[in-house]
Structures are given as C-alpha cells and as structure tokens.
C-alpha cells in the first residue's frame, strides 16, 4: 500500500512539474524542439547533454512523451524542500567530481528496469557556454547496461536572468531556447574498463557537438578533432 502510494504521488509530482516546466518556459521563451521523436518509445535510454542553467533537467523532461530520471548534484537533495522534492521527482543524487559508484549504480538500475535516465557528461554547468572535456560516468552506465544514447543539443538557456529574463518578456523580446535531440546510437565497444570509456566519453560529445552551433562546441569543435579529449575522473579514496 504505501509503495503503490509513493509511486501516485510521485508520478502527480512528475506530472505537475513538468507540466509547470512548460507553461514558464513558452510564458517567457521562444522554445522550440527537434528531433524529440529520436527518443525510443520503449526500453532503457541514456540521455546525455551540454549543461548551461539549472533549468535544464526539468526542460529536457519537458520536451519528452517518456518519463526521463535526471542524475543531479548531491547538494540539492540536501537542501530543504527542494530535497524532498527531488526523491518522488524521481532524480537521483551524485557526488561531483568523484568516482561514485553509488550514482553509477543507480543509473544502472533505472535502465535495467527500462527507464530513462538523463545524465550531463561534464559534470557541472558550463559558465561559458561551451563544452568542456567530459567525465566518463555517462559512458560507463551507458556501456554496463547495453542501453541506447541519445545525445541532445541546449541552446538559450545560459541566457536566462532573474529579474533580467522577466524584463525581456515585458519588452515582449523572449529569450530563446531550442531543444535538439539527435539520432540513438550504441556504444560498441567491449567494456566498460578505462580506455573504453574514455573513447566512448569523447564519442558521446562529438555526437553532443555536432548538434550545437560552432560557438558552442569548445574543447570537441574542429580544433581537437583526431584527439581523444576527456576529464580524468578523481578515484574514491
């Protein structure tokens, strides 16, 4: 009884804030969406993105039919509210810059039970806009399950401001925020042991680049093309 309660008022909390999602986004952007169709109706499915606004996870929730399990920053489970929120949302929590096994399995086990699972291979929110080498997590899970990934492309949202973004929609000059989602590919390679992941992680961000325009490609655009480009992950001690 009580999980079957859980899992009700989880699903109203999903439900009501993604529904929320899209009513401020379309209040105050031009948003717009492509590709979203490339999302497998069906089966486990690792969603990996550039990173620019803390809006970002509730926004690629927004622009999916399928219910999507976003990995986010230990810190914001600990904070009051929000934390409580985030549990039913049905985000899980991760340790930022470390090798946390924990997260990784729990990714593993939303995709072994044919979830999808959102996860943004840099870590951390671009301060500039551009991409920055990659951690290998996302890679890893996506190995370990054998799950589909499907790379997605945000633009516009680094531009949004409080009060600015506010002021602009009185001005009636929406920001602009686009959405793109390119094609599922598979990780062919034959584990997940370091030397794979790395070359996955680096496959993971091309694909990620070639979905954004040039300004914001960074440390994947045409400069490094021929290396393999990725952030070493620091070791638990």
């Given at each position: 009884?009580?999980?079957?309660?859980?899992?009700?008022?989880?699903?109203?909390?999903?439900?009501?804030?993604?529904?929320?999602?899209?009513?401020?986004?379309?209040?105050?952007?031009?948003?717009?969406?492509?590709?979203a169709?490339?999302?497998?109706?069906?089966?486990?499915?690792?969603l990996?993105?550039?990173?620019?606004?803390?809006?970002?996870?509730?926004?690629?929730?927004?622009?999916?039919?399928?219910?999507?399990?976003?990995?986010?920053?230990?810190?914001l489970f600990?904070?009051?509210?929000?934390?409580?929120?985030?549990?039913?949302?049905?985000?899980?929590?991760?340790?930022?810059?470390?090798?946390?096994?924990?997260?990784?399995?729990?990714?593993?086990?939303?995709?072994?039970?044919?979830?999808?699972?959102?996860?943004?291979?840099?870590g951390?929110?671009?301060?500039d806009?551009?991409?920055?080498?990659?951690?290998?997590?996302a890679?890893?899970?996506?190995?370990l399950a054998?799950?589909?990934?499907?790379?997605?492309?945000?633009?516009?949202?680094?531009s949004?401001?409080?009060?600015?973004t506010?002021?602009?929609?009185?001005?009636?000059?929406?920001?602009r925020v686009?959405?793109r989602?390119?094609?599922?590919?598979?990780l062919?390679?034959e584990?997940?042991?370091?030397?794979?992941?790395?070359?996955?992680?680096?496959?993971?961000?091309?694909?990620?680049?070639?979905?954004?325009?040039?300004?914001y490609?960074?440390?994947?655009?045409p400069?490094?093309?021929?290396?393999i480009?990725?952030a070493?992950?620091?070791?638990?001690?």
């Amino acid at each position: 009884m009580k999980s079957l309660l859980y899992r009700l008022v989880s699903g109203w909390i999903y439900g009501f804030l993604t529904g929320l999602t899209r009513v401020v986004v379309y209040t105050f952007a031009r948003w717009t969406v492509e590709g979203a169709e490339h999302i497998p109706t069906t089966g486990p499915v690792v969603l990996v993105s550039n990173h620019l606004h803390l809006l970002d996870p509730p926004l690629l929730a927004a622009c999916s039919k399928r219910r999507v399990h976003p990995m986010a920053k230990r810190e914001l489970f600990e904070t009051p509210l929000v934390g409580w929120v985030l549990w039913p949302y049905g985000a899980f929590p991760v340790r930022r810059f470390s090798a946390d096994m924990g997260a990784l399995r729990a990714a593993r086990g939303y995709l072994r039970n044919g979830h999808v699972v959102l996860m943004f291979p840099e870590g951390t929110r671009s301060k500039d806009a551009r991409l920055h080498p990659a951690l290998p997590g996302a890679a890893m899970v996506a190995l370990l399950a054998d799950a589909p990934v499907v790379p997605v492309a945000i633009t516009g949202t680094e531009s949004i401001r409080v009060p600015g973004t506010l002021f602009r929609w009185m001005r009636r000059d929406r920001l602009r925020v686009h959405v793109r989602f390119g094609e599922p590919f598979h990780l062919e390679f034959e584990s997940a042991e370091a030397r794979h992941a790395e070359r996955a992680t680096d496959l993971i961000m091309r694909r990620i680049a070639a979905l954004l325009p040039d300004e914001y490609r960074g440390a994947y655009g045409p400069e490094s093309e021929g290396q393999i480009v990725f952030a070493r992950q620091p070791q638990d001690a």
